[in-house]
Nanobody
Framework: QVQLVESGGGLVQAGGSLRLSCLVS????????MGWFRQAPGKERMFVAQ???????SYASDVKGRFTISRDNAANTVYLQMNSLKPEDTAIYYC????????????WGQGTQVTVSS
């Protein structure tokens, strides 16, 4: 069974940095796409960043230049480096896997809270 476990969230001041990790078990994700999403209080879950199996990446416009997604296929882990954090980045951050052959992201982690104080 595929499981995703996020870690690295916490409380940080505006302008600070955090690095989120997502460990995938039950599957080797080398050929899969991996993504990060976030959900702020009272809002829908939104796309943040994606790492394609090809190695290319894509970002939401509001995090581009501040956040970096990376993956370690040997460690089955995907990361989200978040710099220059803003209070509006406060949300629960989720990682997800888009398995090869699937139509979309089909497994999700439980989320990790990121709170940015002003």
């Amino acid at each position: 069974q595929v499981q995703l476990v996020e870690s690295g969230g916490g409380l940080v001041q505006a302008g600070g940095s955090l690095r989120l990790s997502c460990l995938v078990s039950g599957r080797t994700f080398r050929r899969d796409h991996m993504g990060w999403f976030r959900q702020a209080p009272g809002k829908e879950r939104m796309f943040v960043a994606q790492s394609w199996s090809s190695g290319s990446t894509s970002y939401a416009s509001d995090v581009k230049g501040r956040f970096t997604i990376s993956r370690d296929n040997a460690a089955n882990t995907v990361y989200l480096q978040m710099n220059s954090l803003k209070p509006e980045d406060t949300a629960i951050y989720y990682c997800a896997i888009w398995r090869v052959g699937s139509n979309n992201y089909d497994y999700w982690g439980q989320g990790t809270q990121v709170t940015v104080s002003s």
